[in-house]
């Protein structure tokens, strides 16, 4: 049996637990670690050091906002024609402690509403006719992985403490840990309890003595310049350190925080809000080092438009302005249509905008965390009611289409419902999507590098999609012929290393590229009619290799037209064209036009122009 104070190593973490168990105005702790390090273990030991009765809930992850924060009961509502509430999980949490693991997986708003009610200590309930207060003061204990996602800064600063959780180093502590969790030795056990329950005795003793803690000018005083020497905004950082600091006061037995007292808690309140702040700051540096690179190739650019052309061999001839161009323009076609293969470097990945997609009309049995969807099952939030039978009853909706009726009805006591009265109730989530990437390979993406910067755009995609939990896929078109390089996957490392690894050079096979793009849609259907789909197609659009011996642009059109077949399919064409040459063909923009599609051009291609493109504007309606 696993006990609290057994619980190997992480100091840190276990005093974060017993502050908030002292004061619950700390601010509640989220620990950060990876997969399988006690996180969750040391969680759920929390309980055994509260006072017998204290409530402690597990939240799942598809909780609903009806099971958040109550509802109208409906058993008793029937039963005894008034509206009855039911309380939520929230009102019941009162007093206790509320448990979520994997909190970065959890729905915003679901986090929103739980993060509220803790700052204020209460829930007010308005809907369905009420309004109503309840108390709801608990303890908010969380964890995640960062691997599986981040959680917004906002949402991050509202948590009082965090600790960084990291794995046990040390071998013996690894070889206690297994020690501790076969012990049968009963009167081992019985010692290691009496742990515990000194601990809860304790923590007892502290809510008397709390308030009675004074806090001098000077310590305040400290506490202000600590938050303002660490760069910490806002005044969540001062406020939840004094809570920290006089709890851990009183359970050292002071009647005075001292400095001390301040600086043994500093790290919890502040490690995570010091990370926001350097978050920040490497997104401006990032953005200003892609600027001053940027600045960089336009001046060699520049170079490059000054530099003299030498003559022709038939003439000796200075060129002229317009031949110097349109020997540059040969030059340039040369090099892109070189069919020597070479691998780029990924650009420098970034954290991107959100991707939005437009809801459509589909019923699905959904999971994710990127677009709102209709769901057949009981998981959702509850956004309308509607005449079509579903599997829960609108009782809200159906009172109020009953309520007419009641005195033709002849109520007396109970309230009549009838069949034609029911409404059913239309619920909605989260789910991740197919993003389909079908990519130039061929020699013109190695023309002033493209691919390094494409790459890292691909890179910093992949990391969103990961993170939304969609899947995606890769195809690369060049040579002769076009190849998924990467198989519909979440897994981001078997991503990474695809991206890592493919070539550029060679012909370019566009109507192949495309033509896989629909294969694999038309398979994926097969097996799941529900899925949406987003093809991102990355090209100049100076398709040069036929599949089928016809024409390249009629080849095109008939892969395009095929794909206006599909329903629930949204398209990106990313020109990558460059627009400042001598020369300009716009090949991509027919293409665009041809698939419907949202076209943009790179003018002057940077890491973050395809994250910001992959808006959807089409409403994506079946």
Known sequence: MMLFGEFIGHEDAKLALILNAIDFR??????????????????????????????????PLNITEDRLIGGIDIQKTIKSGERIFQKGLLCNADKGVIYIDDVNLLSQEVLTLILEAQDK?????????????????????????PEEGDISPHLLDRFGMCVIWKSLKDKQQRIEVIKKAFSTDIEQNVQRTSSDISIKKKISSCYFLLERITISEPIREYIFQLCLENHISGHRGELYLTYAARAWAAYEGHKEVTKEDVDKVSALVLTHRKRILQYMEQKGEHHKRLNESYSDNEHKKDNLQNTEIPSRNVSQKRLDKCEADEWKDSIRRQLESNPKEEVFEIGTPFKIKRIFFKKDRIYRTASGRRTKTRVNDRGGRYVRSVFSKRKDIAIDATLRASAPYQKMRGREDMLIINEEDLRFKQLERKMGHLIIFVVDGSGSMAAQKR??????????????????????????????????????TKSFEFAFRKLKD???????????????????????????????????LVTDGRANQSMTGI?????IKRVADLFNKLPVIDFVVIDTEDKKGFTRTDLALEIASQLGADYYTTENIKSEFLTELIRIKRNGLP
């Open 451 to 488: 691919m390094v910067e494409t790459k890292g755009a691909i890179l910093s995609l992949l990391m969103d999609c990961y993170q939304k939990r969609d899947r995606v896929s890769l195809i690369v078109f060049r040579k002769e012929r076009a190849e998924m390089v990467l198989p519909p």
């Open 502 to 536: 493919m070539p550029v050079g060679g012909k370019t096979p566009l109507g192949a590229g495309l033509l896989e793009a629909y294969k694999l849609i038309q398979r994926e259907r097969m097996k799941s009619p529900e899925t949406r789909f987003l093809v991102v």
């Open 26 to 59: 700390c601010g509640g702790v989220l620990f950060i670690g990876e997969k399988g390090s006690g996180k969750s273990t040391l969680s759920r030991l929390f309980k055994k050091i509260l006072p017998d009765g204290t409530p402690f809930i597990e939240l």
């Open 121 to 145: 200590g209460e829930v007010l309930i308005e809907r369905e006719g009420f309004t109503l207060r309840y108390p709801s003061r608990f303890i908010l204990v969380a964890s995640m992985n």
């Open 551 to 555: 024409p390249i642009r009629d080849e």
